[in-house]
Structures are given as C-alpha cells and as structure tokens.
C-alpha cells in the first residue's frame, strides 16, 4: 500500500506561480507513471500532467503545456508541479495520483489508470 500527500496549494494572483508537491509513502512503492489531476467546482476531474517515473519522460495537457512542469525526485518518492502564468481557469482541487500498472497500453491522460490518489490541494487564482 502507498499514501499520497499534496502540499503547496493556495491563493495566487493571475499571472503568479505556485509549486505543488506530492511526497509517496510505502516500502515497496515503485510506481510505473505519477500524475496531476484537477476538478474545478462543478466540473469533471482532468488530467493535468503525468511522469513515467524510472525514465522521466512527461505529459501534459494542452490547457497547462508551455506553462506547467512536471518533476520527480525518485529519492524522495515525490512529484511536483510548477505552475506559472498562472489564469483564474486554473483554479481547482489538484490531486497527484501513481499508477502501479505496468502496461505498454496504459493511456496516462485516463483517470482509471491509476490506483493510488492523494487527497487533494487547493488552488484558487484571483484575477
């Protein structure tokens, strides 16, 4: 079993930038893929970003691309998100998720994808 917690989120103004991170607990956690996900009041939960945990490579989709960054520290088993040029359209529950399942046709963007979630994090963007 593994435990996700987020931390970093809060209230930013348009145009500010917040790190959000998400630190993994477990012995034997090793994760295929960690991702970002967010729900605005009212909305459906969407991906925001993914990882491919032992080769680094990212995700992300179109609404945060050139604006967001994923990372990792494999040693500290956590992920975190930069967000700049942050909008008011951003304003949202961040939640990190990890997937365990190792499948050549895993689809990153899906949330069905993933088996372990964190709780979640506010971020709200005045304008």
């Known amino acids: 079993q593994a435990q996700l917690v987020e931390s970093g989120g809060g209230v930013v103004q348009a145009g500010g930038s917040l790190r959000l991170s998400c630190a993994a607990s477990?012995?034997?956690?090793?994760?295929?893929?960690m991702a970002w996900f967010r729900q605005a009041p009212g909305k459906e939960r969407e991906f925001v970003a993914a990882?491919?945990?032992?080769?680094?490579?990212?995700y992300y989709a179109d609404s945060v691309k050139g604006r967001f960054t994923i990372s990792r520290d494999s040693a500290k088993n956590t992920v975190y998100l930069q967000m700049n040029s942050l909008k008011p359209e951003d304003t949202a529950v961040y939640s990190c998720?990890?997937?365990?399942?190792?499948?050549?046709?895993?689809?990153?963007?899906?949330?069905?994808?993933?088996?372990?979630w964190g709780q979640g994090t506010q971020v709200t963007v005045s304008s």
């Open positions: 998720a990890a997937t365990t399942y190792r499948s050549s046709t895993l689809v990153v963007s899906t949330r069905r994808s993933y088996d372990y």
């Open positions: 990882v491919r945990w032992n080769v680094g490579s990212t």
């Open positions: 477990g012995r034997t956690f090793s994760p295929y893929y």
